[in-house]
Every structure is written in structure tokens, then in C-alpha cells.
């Protein structure tokens, strides 16, 4: 299955579809994003990038909210919190802090990692 993402304003993914590899295989037998986008567009109208789950393509695979950037050619991810920072390779955001082995989760008001305790008292 071929996996199509409606861009919106800013680059914003709306949507994630899916269309199946047989509707996509142009005459020399390759499979044509060109094709998945013509389909896209005719049934729903729109503006709509390929996208992928084994990220041979646009670095992540798109989700609803994350960004398509054309000139990095790449989907990104929301940021999480405003202190983390773009892995430029790969599109992902990392903290500015490297998260220690554990449980952990990122206090931005404090800019590091906690610990999480299971308090049952």
C-alpha cells in the first residue's frame, strides 16, 4: 500500500490516506508518485506528497499535525516542547539534553529530565 498526505497552509499535514500499489504502478512497472497524487487530487482535491513508513522518502513518516517541509524535502514532527532542538538529518526533535537511561520524562521548566517514581504511598 502507497500512503498520500494532504499538505495545507504552512505545510501542515491534514491527512494521511492510503491508495493501493496496483493504482500507482505506472507502464514501465514502477510504482509513480505522480500517479498516487493525480488519484489524490481528483477524488479530494487538494495538495498531496507521498509518504512512507520504512522512511525511504521525506525522512518520517507523516502524521496528522506534523509539517511537510519542501525544501528539506521531509515531514517533521510538532515540536514538544519550545527548548528542543531539529536533528537535522533525520527531522526529529531531541532535547538539549541527553535523556538518561530510565524512566524519565523532559521538565521544560527546569530544561532536563525527571525521574519517574511510582509513588504509592
Request: charged fraction near 20%; charge should be negative.
Amino acid at each position: 500500500m502507497a500512503h498520500f498526505a494532504e499538505i495545507g497552509e504552512n505545510g501542515v499535514v491534514l491527512r494521511v490516506i492510503v491508495v493501493a500499489n496496483s493504482d500507482i504502478i505506472d507502464s514501465n512497472g514502477n510504482e509513480s508518485e505522480e500517479m498516487g497524487i493525480n488519484i489524490c487530487q481528483n477524488a479530494l482535491g487538494g495538495n498531496w506528497v507521498q509518504t512512507s513508513y520504512n522512511a525511504r522518502s521525506r525522512k518520517n513518516y507523516a502524521g496528522i499535525g506534523f509539517t511537510y517541509d519542501e525544501a528539506r524535502d521531509a515531514f517533521i514532527p510538532p515540536k514538544p516542547f519550545p527548548s528542543w532542538i531539529l536533528n537535522e538529518q533525520s527531522c526529529i526533535w531531541n532535547a538539549p539534553v541527553e535523556k538518561p537511561i530510565g524512566d524519565y520524562t523532559w521538565d521544560e521548566n527546569e530544561l532536563n529530565w525527571k525521574e519517574v517514581t511510582n509513588d504509592a504511598n
